[in-house]
């Protein structure tokens, strides 16, 4: 089944630590999208992709760090210099090109989060 | 900057009854507005999609309209399920590719 895969489920970061959050889709799908989601405060977005080897920066992008190697790949780091990086992270895709010329009007699809807590 | 507002913030109501999630965003500049469903610990599901061309979009038991000269949105559930509990959250859209502005979400409680 095509879909949006985020691992680890639970992850730990000590002080000092860098970490790597895995999205990896098979859905074609030519954006992609990392959220972060605090209690009680909507979606905020890190960073975004919408074309291989590029990204941008979202409202939240400070202490963090992307890549886009390929189509199907999103990796997000969460580095030492986030300082408070308790959440819940979300990862999105989006298919952007469609024959029946519905240009970036297609639903946007989500993994199953990570939640990142702090050792 | 987008402002995303959903109100109420949390809603109970007995199973079979009809009810109303309202949205609201300032800025009507939107191309497009979805409709999402969460459960606790889990992601976003899809529920519906309005072009900012269209006025509304139905699925099932779900129906959500959109007002956007006045930056509004409403997503009407009929005849309730236990089920349907969870948390119900609106996005709205600038451009294709960009992001999704979301709200804080309604948390709903359908009880049997």
């Known amino acids: 089944d095509g879909g949006i895969t985020q691992s680890p489920k639970y992850l730990f970061r000590k002080e000092g630590q860098n970490v790597t959050l895995s999205c990896e889709q098979n859905?074609?799908?030519?954006?992609m999208y990392w959220y972060r989601q605090d209690p009680g405060q909507g979606l905020r977005l890190i960073y975004y992709s919408q074309i291989v080897n590029d990204f941008q920066k979202g409202d939240i992008a400070e202490g963090y760090s992307v890549s886009r190697e390929k189509k199907e790949s999103f990796p997000l780091t969460v580095t030492s210099a986030q300082k408070n990086p308790t959440a819940f992270y979300l990862c999105?895709?989006?298919?952007?090109?469609?024959?029946?010329?519905?240009?970036?009007?297609?639903?946007?699809?989500f993994g199953d989060g990570t939640r990142l807590s702090i050792l | 900057k987008q402002e995303v507002t959903q109100i109420p913030a949390a809603l109970s109501v007995p199973e079979g009854e009809n009810l109303v999630l309202n949205c609201s965003f300032t800025?009507?500049?939107?191309?497009?507005l979805q409709w999402f469903r969460q459960d606790p610990g889990k992601g976003l599901t899809s529920l519906l999609l309005i072009q900012s061309s269209q006025r509304e979009q139905t699925s099932g038991r779900l129906n959500a309209s959109l007002d956007k000269s006045s930056g509004r949105s409403t997503l009407y559930i009929a005849a309730s399920q236990p089920g349907d509990s969870a948390t119900y959250l609106c996005?709205?859209?600038?451009?294709?590719?960009?992001?999704?502005?979301f709200g804080t979400g309604t948390s709903l409680t359908v009880i049997p």
């Open positions: 859905l074609n799908h030519d954006a």
């Open positions: 999105a895709s989006e298919h952007l090109v469609s024959g029946t010329g519905l240009w970036g009007n297609q639903p946007q699809h």
């Open positions: 800025d009507s500049a939107i191309y497009n």
């Open positions: 996005a709205v859209k600038k451009a294709p590719g960009n992001q999704f502005y």
